[in-house]
């Protein structure tokens, strides 16, 4: 069983908040402290730092963050139950529900945490809560789509032959939509629209959301599916070329059939071996609170999870979003079918 000197070790070598701060406390990291907090997350530095501020000044615990392109789930598994890690902040239902497969996890019974998350944003046995929202919806070329309207099943129609661009169908964004895909037809429509969808694509899947704004106001294709706060990063970034590619791009708020518009979630998951279980609980209810809720919808331009806080000026330009109502427990249950289909229909092929 590894100790916990690879935490320590790995915030020497990557980004460490703690370290950063100032705070040379990270030889207590593996030890239980009314002090301090272990965070594993795959988010970035620039949108957890305000998050971390503003916790610290409110409760006076130091947060030693680890950053991870990837792994993280696994490291906790490897980790058992010496390791440090308090909380996995993350993206994505299926990550979050990895953890919860893995074990790695543990639930929690919090009513700040119910109040302020709708119950389709969480996990029915406690194991993770979503902390904000992100929808992933159509990104159209302003000058040569004229609809402002669309749904998830019209992508399939033969009218966009060679106008689609989309990263990889296994990318865990396209799996968690085309896992709500199945859950809205039914597999056997589901892997019909799917085969109708790669149809219509103009290349290959392969790069990022990003790739496929860029692609849109290249005039490589006419429409792509990315997340909603893709596009704000873009108009809202330093990068004039990132800049200028979104502007060509209006974004599209899709709905399925008799349903609303894809969602997923950001969450967080408290560890299952926690040292500082006290601590963590006090996290994941401040990324819940007003405070906390404001400003991770604000650096990232997500959708807030609570309703009561408002979203950002770019994202309210999207349009008002109407989620769908398919909890996220439930589409996390069709992810390995989604993902099965995608190689039945050889999408990335
Ligand atoms: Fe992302």
Redesign the pocket.
Known sequence: MPSKAPFRSACRVKVCLGAALGVLTLTLASAASAQELNLYTYREPGLIKPLIDEFTKETGIKVNTLFAASGLEERLRAEGASSPADVLLT?DIGRLQQAKDYGVTQAVKSEALEKAIPAAYRDPEGHWFGVSL?GRVVYASKDRVKQDAITYEDLADPKWKGKICIRSGQHL?NVSLFAAAIAHMGEAKAEEWLKGLKANLAKKPSGG?RDVVKDIAAGVCDIGLG?T??VALMLNGKDADQRKQAEAVKVILPTFQGGGTHVNISGVTLAKHAPNRENALKFMAFLTSDTGQRIHAHVNHEYPINPKISVDETIASFGDLKPDTLPIAEIAKLRKTASELVDKVGFDR
Request: net charge neutral.
């Open positions: 993206v992100r964004y959301d997340n706060y893709y």
